[in-house]
């Protein structure tokens, strides 16, 4: 199994531009997180999902969307991309039975000039 | 949402054993704690979850008071490959269905020493 795969690993981006980070797991997983980390700092959250067609706010949303039409995507939409958005997203998901653990992917780096 | 309050950084020795305080006055009586290990350039990854009282496994333990108010994760033995970020989660998704938000704190980084 691949378990969290994210895409695209990497992304350049110019001030103003827009851009979708896809979340895939094959884990039959009812809940999905996306998270941001920024140098030395922990995990923020920002969308979180706790199945398909539904999305919640997390900590930190603003200039972000996301979307959860299949059950085994979470993506995850920036609309006009600011330099404060440069940072390393992570995505991760849960089952929804007793406690579980969040299974990670491996990370996306965004970078916006 | 139940914060969480760790160390900012520790160090120890090879071979030594380790033990990582967080604080969490505010868990909620259906909150599990749960702890993680980030290496640079990965997400985190799933270490131990405990209720109450103490819990083993192969790489941990962890111990919590009857209050429930903090927990120490306890790495035995440890080596260099276990320098790391090490991050306390308080909180679980609801049995109706919602998912209370599960939130890191800052975490402590743990650098071991040869």
């Known amino acids: 199994n691949a378990g969290v795969t994210q895409t695209p690993k990497f992304r350049v981006l110019k001030t103003g531009q827009s851009m979708t980070l896809l979340c895939a797991q094959d884990?039959?997983?009812?809940?999905m997180y996306w998270y941001r980390q920024d140098p030395g700092m922990g995990l923020r959250l920002i969308h979180y999902?706790?199945?398909?067609?539904?999305?919640a706010k997390g900590e930190v949303p603003d200039g972000y969307n996301v979307s959860r039409l299949k059950k085994q995507n979470f993506l995850l939409g920036l609309e006009s991309a600011a330099p404060s958005q440069t940072s390393v997203y992570f995505c991760?998901?849960?089952?929804?039975?007793?406690?579980?653990?969040?299974?990670f992917g491996e990370g996306s780096r965004l970078t916006v000039l | 949402l139940a914060k969480t309050t760790q160390p900012i950084s520790m160090d120890s020795y090879e071979g030594q054993e380790v033990n990582i305080t967080c604080s969490h006055n505010?868990?909620?009586?259906?909150?599990?704690i749960t702890w993680y290990q980030q290496f640079p350039s990965q997400g985190p990854r799933f270490i131990i979850q405990?209720?109450?009282t103490k819990v083993t496994n192969e790489v941990a333990s962890l111990f919590i008071p009857a209050d429930r108010k903090s927990s120490t994760l306890s790495l035995p033995r440890v080596s260099l490959s276990d320098t790391a970020v090490y991050y306390c989660l308080v909180g679980v998704p609801l049995s109706s269905g919602s998912a209370r938000q599960l939130t890191f704190g800052s975490g402590t980084q743990l650098t071991v020493l040869p």
């Open positions: 999902s706790v199945g398909e067609g539904t999305t």
């Open positions: 884990m039959n997983h009812e809940y």
């Open positions: 405990g209720y109450k």
């Open positions: 991760a998901s849960k089952d929804r039975s007793g406690t579980g653990e969040l299974f």
């Open positions: 505010n868990i909620a009586t259906n909150d599990y």
